[in-house]
Every structure is written in C-alpha cells, then in structure tokens.
C-alpha cells in the first residue's frame, strides 16, 4: 500500500511539475507564421483555445494582409514582420509552402533564430525535406532555443475542426513542452524520434496514400466492363480515401 500511494504521489508530483512547465513555456505568447490553407485554421484554433489563446496573446505573421486581419478579427494580434513576431512570442509555429520559405523565415538576419529570445521553442509543421529540418535543430541548439519538425496529417477539414495528427521529430522534454499548443491544433501527437523523423514519416505516410491512390486507379479501370460498373466500386473505396487522407 506505501509503495502504491508512493508511486502515485510520484507521477502526480511529475504531472505537477510537467504541467508547469508547460504553463511557464507559453508565458511570453505564442507566434504563428503562415496563414495559408492550413495555417489559417490552426493559428483560428490557437487564438480559440482555452488553454492557449484565451491564457496568452497569439501573434500572427504572413505576407497576405487579408489573412493576418482576418484571424486579428477573432482575437489574435498582428506583427509587422517575423522579427516583430519572434521578439514577443516564447512559442513559434511555421507553417509554410517549402523548405526555402522555412530555411529564410527562421535563419535570415531578420529571421526567428536570430530575434527570439533565448530559450524559445520553435515547431515547423511543413511538409520539408527531413535533412534541412534536422539543420534547423542544429541552427536552434546554437542560438539557444528548441526545436521541433512537426508536420501533419488531416488535410484542410482537420486543420478546420482541430483534429489534425502531429508527426514529431524531437526531444522529449521539448515535445513534452509543445503539447499545450499541439493539443490546441489536433487530436493526436506522435513522437516518431529525433529530429527529422516527423519529416521522414510525414512522406512515407503520403508515399502510402498515393500508392493507395493509385491502386485505386487501376481497380476502377479493371472493373469497367459489361458484367461490373464503377459505381459500387466507388462507394467501397472513398470511406477508405477519405480515412487515409494525408493532409
């Protein structure tokens, strides 16, 4: 019985702990860059959420001011540049069309690297090349901050209703930081290992769905035929589409 009520003292004391931890990270805010497609939704959730917007400011950055006032209408703040932005967040979210864009938002002269305050976390939820998401944990290490490639899956629809899953490349304790943010965004977190590996799974996951795609294809032309139509076809195969969708 002592060893049980130990043992439960311990992992509440842990959860303690973690959760402030998690509470002390949010504390300076949190940065959004890219308000596309996806980007627009998530930073909409952030600005939303109870434990995220409704606690801290969100600040958002993109180059389309239509996007930027649309989410200062529900709630959110706007910066005038990606310095502006990195100076008053503790958490930055990217989430931008290619590694270039990624590449020049976090290491140029006017870039987060290089203007946020030392120990911020930074998460980039592109679709990158793995390689340059792993430099970028590098370049984060030297100027003191963390990092984490986070790309998702869930397409359009999740980003809009919140339920998006996380592919994480990282280290624990950062990945363990970032949940308050990730869970504001989507329904499932996971950690697939060092940095990179989001980025890894990330394709291989939409290497898997294009082969379905394309499986799906060559079916629908082999039933096509004066004993079979396409249309029974379709029903069956578009609930599976639909649930593989890699975002």
């Known amino acids: 019985m002592l060893r049980q009520s130990v043992s439960r003292l311990g992992s509440a004391t842990g959860s303690f702990f973690a959760s402030s931890q998690q ?26 959420n109870a434990e995220v917007g409704k606690k801290v400011p969100v600040t958002v950055f993109d180059l389309n001011k239509e996007s930027v006032a649309k989410l200062v209408e529900v709630g959110a703040k706007a910066a005038d540049s990606v310095a502006e932005l990195a100076r008053t ?38 679709t990158i090349d793995p390689l340059a998401s792993r ?27 919140g339920t998006l899953t996380f592919m994480v490349g990282g280290d624990d304790a950062t990945l363990n930081r970032a949940k308050p943010v990730l869970n504001a965004m989507g329904r499932n977190i996971v950690h697939c290992g060092p940095s990179g590996a989001g980025g890894i799974t990330k394709l291989c996951n939409n290497l898997s769905l294009a082969i379905s795609m394309v499986g799906t ?28 969708s890699a975002g």
Not at 90 to 109: K, Y
Request: hydrophobic share 45%.
């Open 89 to 126: 967040s503790s958490v930055i979210v990217t989430m931008l069309p290619a590694t270039a864009h990624v590449r020049g938002t976090l290491l140029g002269d006017q870039g987060v690297f290089k203007n946020a305050a030392k120990g911020a976390l930074i998460i980039d939820s592109s």
């Open 217 to 244: 294809c060559e079916a629908m032309a082999l039933v096509s035929s004066p004993s079979a139509t396409r249309e029974p076809l379709a029903l069956l195969t578009s609930g599976y589409v639909h649930r593989s």
């Open 135 to 161: 430099d970028f944990y590098t370049a984060a290490k030297e100027h003191g901050h963390e990092f984490l490639d986070a790309p998702v899956s869930g397409g359009v629809t999740g980003a809009f209703a």
């Open 23 to 48: 509470a002390r990270s949010l504390h300076g805010g949190v940065g959004f860059i890219g308000l596309g497609n996806m980007g627009a939704s998530m930073a909409r959730n952030l600005v939303q």
